[in-house]
C-alpha cells in the first residue's frame, strides 16, 4: 500500500479516535502489536515499493487455526452461563473464515473477532481493512451460534485497524442488516493498549463506545422491557477489557479475557440490568 493511502487512513481514524473515551463492544480480544516493517538504507525507492507490493500480496495457499474455548455470560447476574465451543478459522489468499490463520489476531487487537467470512482489501503491518458477512442472531444480540436457537439476520461489516505506535493501536467498525430485520447499523470505535510481559505473553486493555440508531437499540432491547419503545438514535454502550495471551510454542498459545459492558444514555433506563461481565479461556493450534 502506497504512502498515500496510509496518510490517509491516519488522517481519518485520527479525529475519530480523539472524541472517542471508553469501549463498549461485546468481544474483547488478545493482541501482539509487531514491529515495524523496515529496509534498508541502501535499498532504492523502486526497490523498496517492490517490496512492499510483494509483501501485501497473500499466497494462495490454505492455512488454518484450531482450538477450544470457554466462554462465561452474566457473571455478575444470575443469569450466568458457561459454554464450551470450538474455535475454527481458515485463510486461503486475502479471504478469511472467523480469525483465519490467526496473523491479524497477533498484529491488531482487533475488538471484533466473531465467525465470519471476509475479504481483506487492504493487510500490512499497520494497517488492516476488510469486508465481511456473518449471520447474526437477534435473539442473543450476538454471532450465529449452532447451538443457539433464534430468529436470524445477515450483517455486512466493514472494519479496519490500525497501528497507532509499537503498543497503541485502535480501530473502527461499521455493520449493516441486509434483511432489514430490525438490527439496523451500528458504529464502533475502540482503542487498546499492548504490554509485553514477556517474550511469550502480553497483556493488553481495550475501550471503546457503540452508536445505532433507535430501531438496533429496540431490537437488542426485544421490547420487552420497559422503556424500549422510547429508546433514540445515540451512544447505547460503552465499556472495557483485559486479554492475557501466551504462546506456548511457535504453533500453540492460549488466552484469557475479561470484559465488562455497561449500557449509557436511554439505554441505561431501561429496566434490567445495565452492565454484563463476560470472560472466556481458549487454546489455539496454529498451521504456520
Known sequence: ??????????????????????????????????????????????????????????????????????????????TRSAKLRPVLGLRYGRWRVGIGDGQEWLRFNSFRKEPTLSYQWIENSDISLGLSMRIHNLNTGEAFDIFEPGRKTLRSRVLANMRITDRWSAGVEWTQDVLNRGDSSTLALGVSYAWPLSQHSELSLNSGI???????????????????????????????????????????????????????????????????????????????
Open 1 to 78: 500500500m502506497s504512502r498515500a493511502i496510509k496518510f490517509q487512513m491516519r488522517a481519518w481514524l485520527s479525529p475519530l479516535l480523539t472524541s472517542s473515551r471508553s469501549s463498549g463492544l461485546s468481544v474483547f480480544g488478545v493482541a501482539i502489536v509487531l514491529a515495524c516493517m523496515g529496509f534498508a538504507p541502501s535499498f532504492s525507492a523502486a526497490q523498496t515499493a517492490d517490496a512492499t507490493t510483494v509483501a501485501e500480496v497473500p499466497q494462495s495457499k490454505l492455512h488454518y487455526t484450531l482450538g477450544i474455548r470457554m466462554r462465561a455470560d452474566d457473571l455478575n447476574q444470575d
Open 210 to 288: 457503540t452508536w445505532a440508531p433507535a430501531e438496533h437499540w429496540r431490537t437488542a432491547a426485544h421490547m420487552n422491557r420497559i422503556g424500549a419503545g422510547e429508546l433514540t438514535t445515540g451512544i447505547g454502550s460503552v465499556g472495557s477489557g483485559l486479554s492475557y495471551k501466551h504462546s506456548l510454542s511457535k504453533r500453540w498459545a492460549w488466552y484469557s479475557t475479561l470484559g465488562i459492558n455497561k449500557a449509557v444514555g436511554q439505554v441505561a433506563k431501561l429496566s434490567g440490568p445495565d452492565s454484563l461481565v463476560n470472560g472466556q479461556i481458549g487454546l489455539l493450534y496454529f498451521d504456520r
